[in-house]
Each structure stands twice: as structure tokens, then as C-alpha cells.
């Protein structure tokens, strides 16, 4: 894999993470508006949500210069990672569990991308 790939793969998978981690907490700050449209209302006004969207523009650009040095099946393998990177996130910004059903999953994800990023 060359730097470049790397680099780019390694750009996909912070932004998109970080996308996620925004959308989430712009998902758990609704505010305390029991109304769809006010709940809507406050989240327009936060910075999360827009920090989510700035991340997928980001992510989108990334991820299109990523397919174009890498074949679309190794690129869309490759990018399983995110799931590991989310996973980790959660746990760590949002306290959300890992049972070992969770853990073997991710040990097994993380196998699979090792053998594609290593079978080259």
C-alpha cells in the first residue's frame, strides 16, 4: 500500500468517525423540547450537527480520492475499519457497551481487513 493510499484510508476512517461521533451527540442533545420541530430547532443551532455534515463532505472527498488509486472491492473492505474505529469511539465518548459478542466481532473485522490490507 502505497503512502498516498495510506493516508487517504487513514483520512477516511478519522473523518468519518468523527462524523458519526457528531451526529450522535447532536442526536443525545436534543434538548428538553418534547416537540419534533423544537428538538429540530435546537440541533440547527448547535454545532454538532453541522460539524457531522462538514465531516461527510470531507469524508465524501476523501473516500473518492481513496477509490480512485484502489479497487473498489479492496477500498470497500478496507473501509470496514470504521466499524472498529465506532465502536471504540462510543465506548469511549459515549459509554456504550462492549460484550464479548461485540468484541469477537470486531476482532474478526479486524482480522479480515489485516489479510486485505496485507494480500495487496
Not at 1 to 25: C, E, H, I, P, Y
Not at 27 to 41: C, F, I, K, N, S
Not at 55 to 72: I, M
Given at each position: 500500500?502505497?503512502?498516498?493510499v495510506a493516508l487517504l484510508w487513514l483520512l477516511t476512517v478519522?473523518?468519518?468517525?468523527?462524523?458519526?461521533?457528531?451526529?450522535?451527540?447532536?442526536?443525545?442533545?436534543?434538548?428538553?423540547?418534547?416537540?419534533?420541530?423544537?428538538?429540530?430547532?435546537?440541533?440547527?443551532?448547535?454545532?454538532?450537527?453541522?460539524?457531522?455534515?462538514?465531516?461527510?463532505?470531507?469524508?465524501?472527498?476523501?473516500?473518492?480520492?481513496?477509490?480512485?488509486?484502489?479497487?473498489?472491492?479492496?477500498?470497500?473492505?478496507?473501509?470496514?475499519?470504521?466499524?472498529?474505529?465506532?465502536?471504540?469511539?462510543?465506548?469511549?465518548?459515549?459509554?456504550?457497551?462492549?460484550?464479548?459478542?461485540?468484541?469477537?466481532?470486531?476482532?474478526?473485522?479486524?482480522?479480515?481487513?489485516?489479510?486485505?490490507?496485507?494480500?495487496?
Amino acid at each position: 500500500m502505497s503512502l498516498a493510499v495510506a493516508l487517504l484510508w487513514l483520512l477516511t476512517v478519522v473523518v468519518d468517525t468523527a462524523g458519526q461521533l457528531a451526529f450522535k451527540a447532536a442526536a443525545v442533545d436534543g434538548g428538553e423540547a418534547a416537540q419534533t420541530l423544537a428538538r429540530w430547532r435546537h440541533r440547527l443551532a448547535r454545532p454538532w450537527l453541522w460539524l457531522g455534515i462538514a465531516c461527510y463532505v470531507v469524508e465524501f472527498l476523501a473516500w473518492a480520492a481513496f477509490l480512485s488509486l484502489v479497487p473498489l472491492s479492496r477500498g470497500v473492505l478496507l473501509g470496514s475499519v470504521n466499524i472498529l474505529a465506532l465502536m471504540l469511539a462510543g465506548r469511549l465518548f459515549f459509554g456504550e457497551r462492549l460484550t464479548p459478542l461485540r468484541v469477537a466481532g470486531m476482532g474478526l473485522i479486524g482480522l479480515g481487513v489485516a489479510v486485505v490490507g496485507v494480500g495487496g
